[in-house]
């Protein structure tokens, strides 16, 4: 299940139409580093399309992961205001939905449902991606790797249409 589905899932369609409408599309090359270990970062991403790939260093060495539609990138550093701890390099033509974290927390000032919608559904993603990650090194339980919280899946059925909509904004249907 793509992650995004956690995060878009969490927030209504009004903000998921301010999203797109203050958010950019950026066309990616093989190659180009989206974003670098240990430099700062000022926006949000989505992957509409293509792959990117996770190094602990300046894609020295062996990947990490490997990220493709619908993963969200840099939500480490929003929340932490932290330079990133790897870096982020295309290896496959992508296109990336960015926005900015000024943009962000300007919404955020205004509208505190915004805000709180916003928090939780990060932390639903991230909750996911850990889960997944403590499975891959073998120490997860395989009896609850498919158990969803109902209250979240039915975010997630409203998600994938919200995500369509930010695809056909950005042509990537």
Sequence with gaps: MKRVLFFLGQLNDRDVEWMIHNGSKLELPIGYTLINKGESIDSLFIVLSGQLSIYADNSN?????TL???EIVGEMSFLESRPPSVSVVVTRPSVIYQISRDTISSRMAENPEFRSNFYYALALFLSNRLRKTT???GYGNPEEE???DMNVLDGVANAGARFGQI???F???
């Design 61 to 65: 060495g062996d990947s990490i992961a």
């Design 68 to 70: 493709e539609a619908g």
């Design 135 to 137: 499975d891959q090194l």
């Design 146 to 148: 498919d158990l969803i």
């Design 167 to 169: 695809l056909h904004r």
């Design 171 to 173: 042509s990537e249907v």
